[in-house]
């Protein structure tokens, strides 16, 4: 049974840090390249990190330098280390397959403000 679980979201201060996971389910995420994404109130859902089969990684300009996505092989897990998180940062994540989409997941609200 394919399953995306993401956590870890929450309230935080500009300049704060998040860590969110992505607990996967029914595929090895390992096999595929994998990405987190967004989704801000009224906008469109945007890629914003993603981590291939051979650990490379690619980020959006915005968050270069700022946030770090990781995978543990083991865990069947992906994180996003989240810092000097910026209220434009506030938008549901979800994690998913870059390709070949499966369903989403419930995601997990980040709310940065002061």
């Known amino acids: 049974h394919v399953q995306l679980m993401e956590s870890g979201g929450g309230f935080v201060q500009p300049g704060g840090s998040l860590r969110l996971s992505c607990a996967v389910s029914?595929?090895?995420?390992?096999?595929?390249?994998m990405g987190w994404y967004r989704q801000a109130p009224g906008e469109q859902r945007e890629l914003v990190a993603r981590i291939m089969p051979d650990d490379t990684t690619n980020y959006l300009d915005f968050v270069k330098g700022r946030f770090t996505i990781a995978r543990d092989n083991a865990r069947n897990t992906m994180y996003l280390q989240m810092n000097s998180l910026k209220p434009e940062d506030t938008a549901v994540y979800y994690c998913?397959?870059?390709?070949?989409?499966?369903?989403w997941g419930q995601g997990t609200q980040v709310t940065v403000s002061s």
């Open positions: 029914g595929f090895a995420a390992v096999q595929y390249t």
């Open positions: 998913n397959r870059v390709t070949a989409l499966v369903t």
